[in-house]
């Protein structure tokens, strides 16, 4: 069992990579800046980075086959990350971290809507071990984000990280769940590609623009 989740740990990391390249700065039509949940760390303690601060999504990745390329381009230009984007008028700490936070429930609630779709087809026990699978992941997720915050709180280590630190967390733990989401829609994207043996298939999200 160790070597199984080993190997899955090792297969989202990987994918994750992959589904690195699916934002588009130039799909979104507000700003020519790129757009990115990845935050640097600046000594401010009340005024977000500025768009030169800002770090961006790895887009070097180029699929090598047809059906991740047919995968791309269907969740490049996906709502949630086009209304991330878009919608941000943020100009605190508090109100990134706050930002970071709905959008973060935007994904945990999409990613239940993949899970949903992928298990409705597979067999009881592929759905079960996969839904088992899952569980396991988010929980070991969030002891992880607990023991990290844990470490940084204890006053037997002395740290001082200062107000960026929790909104580093917040828009770690944000890219994490978003990376997951995208894939287990890959996972059923694979499953329905080889099934069918087509490049019409698609990519369902719940969520719809604001």
Known sequence: MKYKLRFISVLVLVVGMLLSSCVDKESYKNTNEPQSVVLETESKETVLPSNEEVGTFDTSFE??????MAFLEEVRDNPIDFDYASNS????TLEMRQYQEKYTDIWLAELLFSCESYVSLLNDADRENFLRLEESWENNLLEEFKFVSGV????DYNLHMGSHFPLERNVEYLQMIRARTLY???LQFVFEFSSENNADVKVEFKYTAE
């Open 184 to 186: 287990v829609k890959y």
């Open 152 to 155: 940084v709180n204890n006053p």
């Open 89 to 92: 008028v943020a100009t605190t």
């Open 63 to 68: 699929a090598n086959s047809e059906m991740q």
